[in-house]
Structure formats: C-alpha cells, structure tokens
C-alpha cells in the first residue's frame, strides 16, 4: 500500500504487515528461531586475517542464519583501490590541517575499511547519513572531495548538495541525523520505493537519546535502514567500557526487535560480506538492522586532541598490525588479483586526490558576505534583509576608506 | 472533549476505530454553509484535513494523533479519512518525532507534527534547534525542510505543571525558524493552512486555552478565501491585524493574551479610553511597520503576553518599538507579562496571567497629561 493521489484510503486496508510477522518469516527463511535471527552471531564475522589469508570457513565467525558468502573478486578489487584512495585522503587532510589549510579534520585513518565498505555496500537511489568521521565514505560515495572538505575549510557548513549525492550533510551533534535516516526511508516505504538508508554512528554515541529512538523508529515502523556504528573504541578519550557494558554493541538490537551482527571493522572483505547482506534483507522488507564494526581510531579524535594523555602507545600499536589496507594488500596479491601494475595505478589515483585536495584546499576561495543572509530561510524576512543592508552598506564604508586612505585620515 | 491532560481514561486509544470513522465522516458531511459558530480545535482540524485533500505529501503524526483524534482532538478523524500512513501515533519520544520529520521533509513529504504540550516538546529542542532552524542555512538552500511543529502552549485552563508553558521565546529566538500564533478562530484555519504551505519550517503555537473559543465563521468561504490567497502568493506571515482600532494608547499581543486585551480595550472605552489593539499573528517574522504605525498614531504602548517577561519575544517588542518610535512616544512603553517564576499552580494561575486589571493599570501609568 503506498501513497497515491487517491488519498481517501481505508483505514482497514492500509495496515501494514505487524513488525514481528515480517521478523518471524525472516527468521523462518533462515530455519532458526527470531531470537536467534536477532542476536549477533556468537562471534563477530571476520574473513581475512590481519596477515591477509582467508580464514578456513569454520572459524569465520558464521553461524546458521548468519551466513555470509564471500564476495565477487571485483568488488573487493574496487573496495582496495578505495582503501588506497581513503588512506592517502585521510594523511593528507591532517597534513593540510598541520598546514593551517583546514581548522580541523577529524581522521578516520586505521577505520578506512569500515568507510569503503558503508558507501560501496549501497545502490544509487539508497541514502547514507554520515557524521563528521566520515568524509571517506561520503568521497567513496562519489561526492567530490574538495566539496566534502568545504566543511572543515571552514568557508561554509557544508560543499556538496545532499539530494543529487543522496548524502546526508555531515553531522556532528551526536546521532541526531539517525533519525533524519529513518525520516527518509520512512517517506520512501510510504510512496512504494525500495530506498535502503544507512545511518552511521560511533561506539561513543549509541549512549545518545536519538540513538535509541532512532532505532526504536525504524523498528516500529519496520523500516528499511541499516546503523552501522564504527566501534573505534574511544568517545574522544573515554573508552567504550564507560559508555556501555552491554555484552555488545550489536546485542542492542535485539531489545528493539531487530537484527544485530559484529564484524571485524578492518577486514573490508568481511564487511563487505556483512553490509551487502543487510542491504539485501534490508530492501527484501526484513526491516532495520545494526551492524557493529570493531576497528580502532589509529590517530587523536583530531588535530586539537592529545590522546596520549588517555591510551597506550602499546595498544595503538596492537592495532597498527590489524591494518585494513595492507592486509587486503596482501590478500589480494597472494590471490593473484593484484600485481605491481594494478598497485602502481592505484597509487596513482590516490595520488590524484591528494593533489586535488592540496589544489583546492590551497586556494583561497573567496568568501561572500551576503551569503550570510541568502540562506536562512526560502522565503527571507524584512529583519534579515534590514540586517544585509546595514552589512552591505558597513562593507561599502570600508571599501570606499581603504581606496581613499586620506579621507580616512580625515575622519579621524 | 475539554482540554485535558492525558489522564483521562480515553486518552488512552481506547475510542473505537468505528466510532472515530463515524465521528470524521459526519464531520466532513455536516459541514454547513454560511457563518456558524466554529471552535479553533475545528478550524484547525479542518485546516489539517483540507491540507491532507490537497495534498498527498501532507502527513500528520505524534503521539495520540491517531485513533484518538489528539489529546485535544485537533487532529480527530484523520485517521479515518486519510489512512494510517497519513495520520499515524508514534513511539512516545518527541525528539524522534522532530527528527524523523525532518528525514521525511528531506524525501519530499510536507510533516505536519503534534507536540502534545508545550513543555513536552523539550526533549526535541536539539532537533529544532541543530536541524530544523539550520539544515535550509547548512545546505545553502539545497535542502528545504516545508515541516510544521504544532505546540499547543500557554496556560489558562487550569493545568497541572508542565502543561502550561509559554515557549514561543526559545523558538522565536532561534535564527532560521517561522513562528506563528493563531488568535481567532479564522485565523487557526489560514495561518494553519499557510505555516503548511510555507517551505520554511514553522513552529506553529496553538494558545490553548482559546481551543474552545467560538467565532462565527464560514469555514467554505475561508477554504476558497486560501485557495485564492495562495495562488496569488499573498500570506499572513509578518503581518500583523488591528484587532480593535483606537486613537489613545496600542496594547500589541499575540496568541492567548489578544482576548484579554480585546476585553481590555473594551472596559478602557467605558473609562473614556480608545485603545487601538494589534494581534501580531507571526512572531516571526515580526511585523515592524503595522506595530509602529499604531504606535506612532498613539504615542502610547503596551505590550502584554503570557510568558515570563525577562528576555523574551514581550522585551523584543519592546526594543523593536523603541527604535522606531523613540520621537513619538508620550511615555515609556509598558509590558504586562508573566512574572519571572515557573508556571504556578492551578489555583494561583489567575495571579499570575495578565488581566484585564493589570492591564488597565498598565495603561493609567502611561504619563497621561490630564
Ligand atoms: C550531542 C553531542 N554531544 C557532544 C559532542 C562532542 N563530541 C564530538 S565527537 C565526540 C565523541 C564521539 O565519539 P564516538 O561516537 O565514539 O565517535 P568517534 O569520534 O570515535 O568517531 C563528542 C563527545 C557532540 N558532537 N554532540
Ligand atoms: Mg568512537
């Protein structure tokens, strides 16, 4: 039952299938119990194995109905050029923030595998809601690098226009812009598309109030959006230990009657793995689900945080040999799939949006100071054109003193 | 069908499917011709209703806006009429509310949403104020957010605390957001039917203690009165109505308080006094030349509104008027407002709403010469 023009409809006719009846028949397409559908798994999903081989079938974490197919060569082909693209991305951002270029920028080095997987995993008519770790998987997701980086350029909000990306504006108070996910896939399910929305989220952040609304929304109304939280395992300084002691993030799904799953957030084959069949379940009607992704914030919550005052060199250093890119680096060559040729013209791509970042970060655009008006509301307000008048008129002032230094002389 | 709050026994949803079916559609049929005495619940229902016919992206929910029809019925037979997906209750989290509004107006649907009172709508204040007043701004326009808050507000109905607060300020003071506040009946329908119109967001305050009040009034000939309005893009926002005229003094209120001002300026006229009263109707944006132009006619102002007078949208008048009117005015300008406490108890309200009294005192202190 969608939304037509003929709106008078029935109330009786326009229920829609309970959201326990669609969570049993996924569960029952699976043979397993709902409760088991809704756990995670035992153990969380992992494929590939920090030195890059293919773990044996039996210790990847699968179960019965959560089962995980590895996925197409070339799919994980691209995902690795994007891993190369997203971690020369993220070195060069916080270079061109050590410059001065940009205010800050909020690294997801050591996270690149978890990025990739959250934008490649989606169709083009689906949507992603992103925070500001994530300028990634927005670029993954097509967007334009130096647009995405307006942000942090600090010369407006935000650079790219979220309807033509079906991207959501980077978001920074926490997991507010879960349920603006949930506000989408709900206006697609009413008109009849088949819509998948991912909404991400930090480990620090499910302790928000819109994280548990948000996913309680989507399960009422058994809506197709995927939460993929980035369990990096900081909130800034504070560990995940003080944030939550549930058994796991992803055991919050079953309290609202969806699924959860755990995967290793630094094996882009098991994500991979994970999130295309979320999607799947996802635009089949199975409702929401939550993803966990264990991975690690290699580098300070940004430029302005020293986070040795709150870690371990030694544990960042654990994590440096999990890395996302260089075990699929070997996977990949040790398969055959990749030789010196295909890493070289990777590089060279990655290369290509570094320049292209140095290149428009470096130039000073120009701001507009009337732009501070122009956006406000659609249709604008007598104050506000008052106020851009008294600015405009300031601005005139200034120009005319600095192109007549004695006249300013003589005002004094 | 009084104001209540949600103790009653049928806020709960247990009034039939049958029975709200049978309520709507004899309301869409009884419908009469010519003035009638109509309540604001029903033109705003009405407004809600005739919004939804024009418009399939128009969708309405909240908590208790279903079956029941609103804990103050505004939004009674929608459910019947339009379907589930068209009027529908949520989860109780008014946060979630706002925000999935907000994904909704993203993906192209025009959410019309209920917070069932006034100091309920706080746990959404993040919403508002981080994406609704700011996500048109973010974007530079690429993104529209055409979203209405409904919050019915302010006291006078004997309410128990948390039911009587007069929040318009916090909105008002938010950049990036319309608010508007309805006074008379026709006005609920056309400020309604335009705040839904709007592609802004409005934050939409329902005074409801006037839910009840009756005018008479054609609500086919507003109906045609809008459709006209509309299409030749004319709008009640940012202007202000001369409720009453008057040559002496200008009492400016809004929402709840323009009755007691009307009653006011008639209790004045008996001394002898001709207060000119304006309903300012959209606190934003605000009209400044329909209030200055009474003003400067006057020489003489009051302002009088619900809500706690310390920094609040009564000192922005204030401040506006002063600016513009500083050469004009024979005497201070005055507020009438609500002390700086929380709301009180039912039985000492009446101490603290403007009255008719105070009011009047308020106008004797304007530095007559005689
Ligand atoms: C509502 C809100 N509170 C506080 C902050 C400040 N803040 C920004 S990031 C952050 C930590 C979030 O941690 P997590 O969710 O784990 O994400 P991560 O930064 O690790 O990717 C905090 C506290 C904020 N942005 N929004
Ligand atoms: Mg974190």
New binding site residues.
């Given amino acids: 039952m969608t939304i037509s023009a003929d709106h008078t409809a029935h109330p009786d006719t326009t229920g829609q299938a309970p959201a326990e009846d669609a969570l049993s028949e996924a569960a029952k397409k699976f043979g397993i119990t709902a409760e088991d559908y809704m756990l995670p798994a035992r153990h969380q999903i992992e494929m590939v194995d920090p030195d890059g081989r293919l773990k044996p079938e039996g210790e990847q974490g699968t179960e019965p109905g959560h089962e995980y197919p590895l996925p197409g060569d070339e799919e994980l082909l691209a995902a690795y050029e994007q891993l190369v693209v997203g971690r020369r991305v993220n070195d060069q951002n916080s270079a061109l923030v050590r410059q001065g270029r940009m205010a800050v920028y ?1 690294s ?1 080095h050591g ?1 690149e595998a978890c990025q990739v997987a959250a934008a490649l995993c989606l169709s083009q008519g689906d949507w992603m809601f992103p ?3 994530d300028a990634v998987a927005v670029m993954t997701r097509g967007v334009d690098p130096v647009q995405v980086m307006t942000i942090f350029r600090g010369d407006w909000h935000g650079g790219f226009d979220p309807l033509q990306h079906k991207v959501g504006i980077q978001c ?5 812009q879960l349920l603006h996910a949930v506000g989408v896939a709900h206006a697609a399910k009413l008109r009849g598309e088949d819509t998948v929305v991912l909404a991400m ?6 302790s ?1 109030g819109d994280f548990h609304e948000a996913l309680n929304f989507a399960a009422v109304f058994h809506l197709p959006v995927i939460f993929f939280v ?7 300084s ?1 560990p ?1 230990a003080h ?1 939550s002691v549930a058994p796991s993030l992803a055991h919050k799904a079953v309290g609202y009657g969806m699924a959860g799953e755990r995967v290793d957030g630094n094996d882009v084959v098991a994500l991979l793995a994970v999130l295309d069949r979320a999607v799947k379940l996802a635009r089949e009607g199975s409702g929401p689900l939550l993803v966990e992704a264990n991975t690690y ?1 290699m580098q300070a ?1 940004t430029n302005a945080d020293d986070d040795t005052r709150y870690r371990q060199n030694s544990e960042v250093a654990e994590w440096r040999a999990k890395d996302p890119v260089n075990r699929m680096r070997t996977y990949l060559t040790d398969r055959g799939l990749l030789d010196d040729d295909g890493e070289a013209r990777i590089r060279e791509k990655a290369e290509a949006v570094a320049t292209q970042l140095r290149d428009g970060l470096s130039e000073d655009v120009p701001v507009e100071p009337q732009e501070l008006f122009r956006h406000v509301f659609e249709k604008t307000t007598p104050q506000l054109k008052e106020q851009s008048a008294l600015l405009a008129d300031e601005l005139a002032r200034d120009a005319a003193a600095s192109q007549n230094p004695a006249s300013q002389e003589a005002a004094k | 069908m009084s104001p209540t709050i949600t103790t009653s026994s049928e806020a709960n949803g247990n009034v039939s499917a049958a029975t709200a079916r049978a309520a709507a559609s004899a309301a869409a049929t009884a419908e009469a011709t010519g003035p009638q005495p109509v309540t604001m619940a029903k033109a705003l229902n009405t407004a809600l209703a005739d919004a939804m016919h024009a418009d399939p992206s128009v969708l309405v929910f909240g908590e208790d806006v279903g079956q029941l029809g609103g804990v103050f019925r505004i939004t009674d037979g929608l459910t019947a009429t339009f379907g589930e997906q068209r009027c529908f209750d949520t989860p109780l989290a008014e946060s979630g509310i706002v925000g999935m509004a907000v994904g909704m107006a993203i993906n192209g649907m025009r959410p019309v949403i209920e917070m069932q009172f006034d100091a309920f709508a706080y746990p959404a204040f ?1 919403q508002i104020v981080s994406h609704v007043a700011k996500m048109h701004n973010r974007t530079k326009g690429a993104v529209k957010l055409p979203m209405v808050i409904r919050v019915p507000y302010g006291g006078g109905i004997g309410g128990v605390e948390h039911h009587c607060d007069s929040s318009e300020s916090y909105y008002a003071h938010t950049a990036g957001l319309k608010v508007f506040t309805p006074a008379t009946v026709a006005d609920g329908y056309r400020m309604l039917r335009e705040a839904i119109d709007s592609d802004d967001p409005v934050m939409f305050m329902e005074p409801k203690k006037l839910y009840w009040s009756k005018d008479q009034v054609d609500l086919a000939e507003l109906r045609n009165a809008h459709s006209a309005a509309a299409s030749a893009g004319q709008s009640s926002e940012g202007r202000a109505a001369v409720a009453r005229p008057g040559t002496d003094a200008t009492l400016i209120a809004y929402g709840p308080s323009v009755p007691t001002a009307l009653a006011a300026a008639e209790a004045a006229a008996l001394e002898g006094r001709s207060l000119e009263v304006i309903d300012v109707r959209t606190l934003v944006p605000f009209d400044d030349a329909t209030v200055s132009e009474s003003v400067r006619k006057t020489g003489r102002a009051v302002v009088i509104a619900e809500a706690h007078g310390f920094a609040s949208v009564s000192s922005e008048i204030v401040a506006r008027v002063q600016e513009r009117c500083f050469h004009h005015l024979a005497a201070p300008i005055r507020r009438v407002t609500g002390f700086d406490i929380p709301y009180p108890a039912p039985k000492l309200e009446k101490y603290y709403l403007p009255g008719v009294d105070r009011i009047l005192d308020a106008v004797d202190d304007l530095q007559w010469e005689n």
Wanted: glycine share 6%; hydrophobic share 20%.
């Fill in positions: 909020p997801s996270q925070t500001y770790r920074t108070p926490l997991t507010t989220c930090g480990d620090g952040a499910t928000e980035q369990n990096n395992k900081y909130a800034i504070v995940l944030q914030r919550h | 993040e």
